[in-house]
């Protein structure tokens, strides 16, 4: 009976829907071109300068966001309590904060606020920077969980071996620890990945923009003016990149879950 009610429903859509319509705003020739006659539409440039500048965004923010997320995690759970509560203060407040809204302060708040200093790359630096933050704090969490679910049998035995408490920190625990925390940081590198779409906001030189900044462009273009074609491209594209890391998140839980 459901599946009956679905297809009544999908029947229904489809009759309904305005097919010319939807091709002509959605599927513009212009914008999706016609590969064999060597006509590209508007895909070289929402692939080699959107999707790149994305995945290098991603890449920057991700990597210096693990490290930064390294040490908030180690101070979290230091015996000193003025690190804890830095820590903590750090990550309860940028975990309570929507990531747009850092970005604007990093791109125009911090220039105001420093007689117009900005981070190292300028507008993309100050982006980037605010992905930084934001994802440091969340990643934080995940790798201080990883670390308490390291069992305290690893860290005893390192100690009375002779081994410094930095040494089984860094060799015995941490190890052990990605290898738990490599799904949920693996879906925040996904995160990320559509977190950068955000950056649209705080305006890029041409060959700065990520995808979701041209795909808005080519919206204004006299190729697909009026239309919303390019968005359904980097739709498409975003899919590309995600979906294959989704999946792979779900394999290495199930493997997690296997081994236990």
């Known amino acids: 009976m459901l599946y009956a009610v679905l297809l009544g429903v999908l029947l229904l859509v489809g009759l309904s829907a305005d097919w010319a319509t939807i091709r002509a705003n959605f599927f513009a020739p212009a ?12 895909w070289p440039d929402l692939i080699t300068v959107g999707v790149k500048n994305s995945l290098i965004y ?13 040490v908030l995690a180690l101070m979290r759970l230091s015996p000193v309590a003025a690190y804890r509560w830095l820590a903590t203060a750090y990550i309860e407040f940028f975990r309570g904060l929507p990531v747009l809204l850092v970005v604007l302060v990093m791109a125009f708040g911090i220039p ?21 933050l934001v994802a440091a704090a969340y990643m934080a969490e995940t790798i201080r969980a990883g670390i308490q679910a390291v069992p305290k049998g690893q860290t005893e035995a390192a100690r ?19 290898r738990i925390v490599i799904p949920p940081l693996t879906n925040e590198f996904v995160l990320l990945i559509k977190d950068t779409a955000l950056l649209f906001v705080i305006g890029f030189a041409a060959d700065q923009r990520e995808l979701t900044t041209i795909a808005r462009d080519f919206m204004a273009s006299s190729a697909t003016a009026g239309t919303a074609t390019s968005l359904i491209q980097a739709s498409i ?9 989704t999946r792979l998140v779900s394999w290495l839980e199930r493997k997690q879950q296997k081994a236990r």
């Open 31 to 42: 914008g999706i071109g016609n590969p064999f006659v060597g006509d590209w539409g508007t």
């Open 237 to 245: 594209l975003y899919l590309i990149i995600t979906l294959p890391l």
């Open 112 to 132: 105001i606020a420093f007689n117009g200093w900005t981070p190292p790359g300028g507008t993309v630096g100050a982006g980037v920077v605010g992905l930084i």
């Open 160 to 178: 009375s071996l002779g081994m410094s408490a930095g040494r089984t920190t860094t060799t015995v625990v941490l190890p052990q620890a990605f």
């Open 58 to 70: 991603t890449v920057v923010a991700f990597g210096a966001g693990l490290v930064l997320g390294v």
